[in-house]
């Protein structure tokens, strides 16, 4: 006997027999992306603000062009879209691939058919839809409500799933947008109920067709690492930073887009504080949780969405983010597990709790803010907010009335939409996971070994040459033979498969 | 005897009885919001770019709102603070959710108040604080000021007393910037004087109020790993990309923001490449070490903050951050060691020689600059760089005296402030640590168990059925049986209590 | 015999004789900063935007300057070149300090000393250089094509062989750009020649020439861990996001920065599509590679680099981001191995196939959409796209046939230049890692042995007082005293030195 050392590696990447996509996902991509750019090159032009010929045809300061007062609002909706949403879903421990990639292809997606969709509802001219930064400040708005829906089914979905999801919610959001905005004349500058209460209710009941009773399967993989609640803290920030952008970014010029911008920031300040203050009294020991501090923080820009250009003023502003993060908090805490023992709604990322009920409340108080608005407070600004109500239209307690409406008919059209469309994406074509490899970046990605060392388990075989028992794995044994050198061996089953049994072999022991 | 496998994981969560928060911080948070609220309710307005009323009454273009210009600045500025502070203090291997989750705490308070003490000190109208995009500014350089000072205190203190002194200090803050800017007409545009210098020095005087003996406890926690100097390299490049938004962000329209970026850019550029060179030269195996680069680097950016804006040229810009790179280096790695065992001044992240010294430095150089101001060099711009000199004001070496002065009134407002802010912060009600649970997120947050398997130990036990001895912690003991499922024992200690002695149990051994 | 348990802690970082840095980087950092410095006091001055009484010299709105239409561009240029390429190279395993930190220094430089050059060949007014915003934003251009050809050569560099090739590239750029632009009039807003084509081909020849053949010793370390690549993908996801900006950032105000941007963007959202797709495909189990998808799905960008500001149309754009991602994925796939097996090229990034093949392709759609340039499709527009050709000078398929040449110019430049900076950079006096050191941090990093902790290794001596045989390493033991105590015993080599016996001390045990 003597010292000795091995390493049992087991491989951690798993294979699910049902998950592979070298045919699903490219054939998905492929032909969504051709059909894409036939609808594109038929219909799409730019606008005139975008054109060449157009642009120079009228006679204006270059200064003038629409792109200095809109894209740097753009580039900032841009980033909660790609790297906010992306990171916040990242705080899984296995599924930091899968959370910020499949954002990424799915938001491509998105934007380019939401382009088509919005466009086509929103008023074509002469046959054509007219593209430029206010098509893809609104595509990526479409975008967002897709990604909401996105984080009540992480981890339980196929690339290919999530693409479908992704093409009817876009048509459907584009219809609900057309109904409420252009329809109703609803004002909803940050969506809160255009997008936020759209996106969670439609995702929510997705993941309510999609439940899985053996979810638990895969338990231990739905929870973060110290690493992962770090990379998702990279999401809640970008998104806490720049929603008075999102809020703001469709606003009026001039003075809208200022006070949008402000009172979305108000929010959001009042919103941190008070969950910190929710997380902390809700924790026995009074310790504070992350997924408070990543989701809740954020419920006060959700609920400042429609009222936020509004003449709203600081004070309600606070008022408004202060409540929401309480609600939001007292939601993950108290409604969540709820929602999934009573209703079966398993919501990986608590999106009810974060975009849900403070959308709603989002809804509710632009409801009655528009209800309170006059030409007192307004001015000659009343038109820009309320074209509708301003100068000879409907009274602003009409508004408010319509307002209340519009909520009706989103919830409506999430939770309808949101099950038809469940139903589609439950088909057994789309190579879901199985309950067991959930929460799972391996089954989709190729996983470096290398992450395996890290969790590597140790086993001492003190009698050389008997056997040793594992149930699966292999067993590997490595000697730093200089500074720079490092030998390796492995042991693997004496028949060259795997087997239960493996031979421990001789060169393995160092004796003292 | 056999081959057997278990593996103690030691539980690295730490409990301090005296850090529970469940009433501290809820009761802090609750009051101090309300508390705003109602004093936002009370004094604070929208300015007359975003009132909706109040911008229409005047006739003018949309595009001249002053959001256009300053808006994308402020995005800048907020990206530093949250995400550039945030995560600049992540380096500490077990204090990342602190570190960026206390900074976004402390700063969505520090820039609400900021926003009414600014404003009370700054002037208000007809009884009212008017809020804009200047005021969301302001109210950020505040609360950078804030964040400075946490970097000295880094580790060592409760999110409560995190609160209160963000509470005293941007009050402190904002009297001082009375005195500078309003009373005495000191030019700061970037705050060397006021942000840097002003944070710095009271964050070190806490920091000496607060001095803890026996430190050495946690010593073993207060450095950095691998992972934790990557996520601070974010910190530290939003923070140098943005640096020239910062420093310009109040400035004059025009050239003055124009060149104040440029002089930035250059000051950084030239303080990157002697920080790297300074880093190499004070080692003795020439390695680079991590604290240099992620700080030192960032130097010029606070030493540009006075002169930014002046005609300082590209050429004294460069020499500016050249020298303020190898000053940084050389406080890090000389000066920070002699302020820890002779001035009794724990200075986690050594901010004395990050926003300290090169502050100091900043100021100097801005009163050098504005002494040597002329009507040649300046032109007709002289009236918006140094309002109190053009046309028929006090002379260029006048206004050259009053930034000194400053500075010193500064120093002298930052040390007695941090003095007497420091001694309310050592009152034992706020659950600070223990000496020996510093640098540790796990006495505020709940920290997932899983990060513990990452550094798992392992330990044989060769006779099945004895006694094996423990200090502590608890026996698991895996055995992976599929691909798909892992058995898991736990040995706990006999009384279900913890105590030193645990009995291995049977079925912990895999007979060979 | 009992429990007992230790851990032998390798020494992972190493040490290379000939990398010692202490005096060759000072002095290189040192040397050139002062001749920048020097240069920069002779020859730079503010333009006319920047500097304060030429600006006011003439009549016009502080909102004329050129700042706000240029800055936010800037800015998003900015972050593409020390967020986007420096953490894009941070995949690798053990070089993130390396990737994200030489990245840092080298475009630190490259940037000051590109002011110099562009200025010098772009037109100096009065023996003066003249820097403001668009300055700023074409040195970062040119920054980018230095860290594009670091990409090739990542992990196998010294730093100062890195500034060595930074200051030749950035002349050899200049030189190339002056020769495309100005003398031939060609068009290349996003630089698919000047900066992607010219900076690839230019690193493939370095490393052609720096060729080791025996890089296999430290094949172990060039490749991703788990972590690595969630970094990696923030580097990804900037440059993604902000390449519409990086395409428009120095094109002509007005319709032509807004077109870019727009057809930029849907380039790079098609490419996402078929990088996905191909990813998927060229997998024999489906599994998306995170190579790919954090290189290939920014092809796009790259491909739409000339013709971008051109009537591209939204469709044309789609195309070539469709292309492009395919183009660069199987160029990942089957032609870097190629590459490194038949003409001896180790390109560690694949710099072919995001920057080379890309590149290329965006040259070649640049002429042809050059050449199809009318008076009927761009109207009055037609003299901010081709002031050659608009209203009375060469025809569109002359502009296209100079499009052409240009590509030649650039390629031929690139690998000339690359060929002589190449044997320049193979000097053996630079410091330059042994071919078993490549791809490790620690030999330029002080790196924190706490990174060991996480792969230690663990082995038991059951027989007190007996020797243990070692081949290297020290041997730690830690018993945790209580939960807040760890102690820790080190057995060293009875003699003090590094030797291959090491004994087991008696207080390692714990009997039972």
Redesign the interface.
Known sequence: ?????I??I??EN??DTNT???????I???I??II??IL??VL???DK?????????SNHS????????R??SF??V??MI??GF??LM?FL?RY??SS??FN??IA??A??WATLMQGFFHGMQGGKIH???ES?INADFCTGSVLISFGAVLGKTS?VQLLVMAVFEVTLFAVNEFILLSLLGTRDAGGSMTIHTFGAYFGLMVARVLYRPELD?SK?KN?????S???A??GT??L???WP?FNSAIT????????T??NT??S???C???T???S??T????????VH?QNA?LAGGVAAGTAGEM?L???GS??VG?LAGIISVLGYKYLSPILESKLKIQDTCGVHNLHGMPGVMGAIVGAVTASLATK???????K??FPMVAPDGRSASSQGGIQAISLAVTLGMALVGGLLVGFIMKLPIYGAPSD??CFED???????S??L???????????PK????????YVEF????????TEQYLILPQDGSVSPTIRCQRRLY???
Chains 1, 2, 3 share one sequence.
């Open positions: 006997s003597g010292c000795c050392q390493a049992i087991y491989d798993m294979t592979n996509m070298r045919l699903k996902l490219p998905t991509c492929f969504l992306e894409l750019i594109f090159g799409v032009e730019y603000e975008t054109d060449a010929k157009k642009w120079h045809h270059e200064y003038d062009n629409d792109f200095y007062y894209y740097p580039q900032d841009h980033v790609f790297i992306g990171f990242t421990q930091g691939f910020v990639g990424f292809l491509a997606l934007l380019q593209v430029g930064v893809m690339p399967k231990h929870s973060s690492v110290y690493h609640d770090m990379f803290m990279i920030l970008y806490w930073m720049f952008s009026a010029h001039g003075d809208d887009q200022h006070r911008a402000l920031y108000y959001l300040a009042a941190t504080l008070s910190y203050a929710m902390a009294l924790a026995d020991d009074g310790k504070l949780d992350m501090i923080a003449m003023t600081p004070f606070m008022i202060f007192e407070i307004y001015g000659d600004g009343l820009d907010v067991a490899s391996s089954i989709y990605w190729e996983v470096s290398k992450k060392l890290e969790t590597s388990k140790l086993c001492i075989c003190p009698q008997k056997h040793c028992n594992y149930t699966t794995g490595k000697i730093q033979t200089s500074l720079l050198q160092v004796h003292s």
